[in-house]
């Protein structure tokens, strides 16, 4: 049992709701970055006991940044924990968030759950995300459940997900066979393909890898 799970475990607040498998995928992608001086933003607060759990388990360098429409929320703000009252897809209002704070090294979204708000609030954060970052889009078992479903386009979270893993591979669509000649056009290559390094896809979480990616060439030798 890692050290989130066992957190978890000995908590008695009733205030973190999550479903135990995730805990392993947490350790997997955010224990390099345990003790260092990072930025931490969560979409969703519920009762405040998951910023709590992250404070605790990136040390007292992390600076925790929550994110819920709930007024009530803001009673949750502890030392190293700012909270921010508002809408996740509402993009004035994250911009607001993130011109008070340093990038974020990590987002993670357990807000509503909605299609429409992991989809606008991934387009418009992941951008903002420092490179080396990562992005953890939680509940995405919402993707199945109608009632989850907003967008005009009926566009679901994982059906994004799976546009972006070929978005990951536009250099060669837009190049065919340059690739081998090293003659890149990059112009027209999307932003994704130049910056998402990794898209893991577990059990009700998509994870996302942000770094600057190279230009890719093949060779003989």
């Known amino acids: 049992m890692n050290d989130l799970q066992k957190y978890f475990e000995n908590n008695n607040k009733k205030d973190i709701n999550k479903w135990l498998h995730y805990f392993d995928i947490y350790e997997e992608n955010f224990s390099k970055y345990r003790n260092k001086k990072i930025t931490v933003l969560e979409i969703g607060v519920f009762r405040g006991g998951s910023l ?7 040390g007292t ?16 703000e502890r030392e190293n924990i700012k909270i921010y009252i ?18 974020p090294d990590i987002i993670i979204d357990d807000g509503g759950h909605t299609s429409n708000q992991q989809i606008t609030s991934f387009n418009y954060l992941y951008e903002k995300l420092k490179y080396g970052g990562t992005y953890l889009v939680e509940d995405t078992h919402t993707s199945y459940y109608r009632q989850y479903q907003d967008r005009p386009d009926q ?28 003659k890149i056009d990059e112009a027209n290559v999307s932003f994704w393909a130049k910056n998402i390094h990794k898209i893991s896809f577990y059990n009700s979480i998509i ?5 600057e990616s190279k230009v890719p060439f093949s060779q003989i030798r």
């Open 207 to 211: 994870v996302f890898e942000k770094k």
């Open 52 to 58: 709590s759990m992250w404070k605790k388990y990136f």
């Open 155 to 182: 566009l679901t979270f994982i059906e994004y997900a799976k546009h972006l893993s070929d978005e990951l591979n536009d250099w060669y669509r837009v190049n065919h066979h340059r690739v081998y000649k090293k």
């Open 86 to 103: 508002g809408d996740q897809t509402n993009e004035d209002f994250l911009h607001s968030v993130l011109i008070d704070n340093d990038k």
């Open 61 to 76: 360098q992390a600076k925790i940044i929550g994110i819920d429409i709930n007024p009530e929320c803001k009673q949750f």
